[in-house]
Nanobody, 120 residues
């Protein structure tokens, strides 16, 4: 009963920009952290950016200085602003939310994935 809906993926040329969005809804009592993962063909899923409730951001070295993670608490939405995109950024991007549900158990939800393709 917790859903994460992603949007913003698409085709972009190297050096271009995209902004991904992920909106969480449902039986959410508290969100402790939100983040983005990605999985490229032939590679394991990797953490791209992470934003806990204390506001400290974490980025993979490969995207540091190019990507920015942010959130809108009122909308339960996390964003990933991607600039200076490179072909190696091509992947399916998944958002992840951790927190607590109304019944008191842990919340760990994933989005459906959105494809980002950066042409060579």
């Amino acid at each position: 009963q917790v859903q994460l809906v992603e949007s913003g993926g698409g085709l972009v040329q190297p050096g271009g920009s995209l902004r991904l969005s992920c909106a969480a809804s449902g039986s959410i009592f508290r969100i402790n952290a939100m983040g983005w993962y990605r999985q490229a063909p032939g590679k394991e899923r990797e953490l791209v950016a992470w934003l806990p409730s204390n506001g400290n951001t974490n980025y993979a070295n490969s995207v540091k200085g190019r990507f920015t993670i942010s959130r809108d608490n009122a909308k339960n939405t996390v964003y990933l602003q991607m600039t200076n995109l490179k072909p190696e950024d091509t992947a399916v991007y998944y958002c992840n939310v951790k927190g607590a549900r109304y019944i008191g158990d842990r919340l760990d939800a994933w989005g459906q994935g959105t494809l980002v393709t950066v042409s060579s």
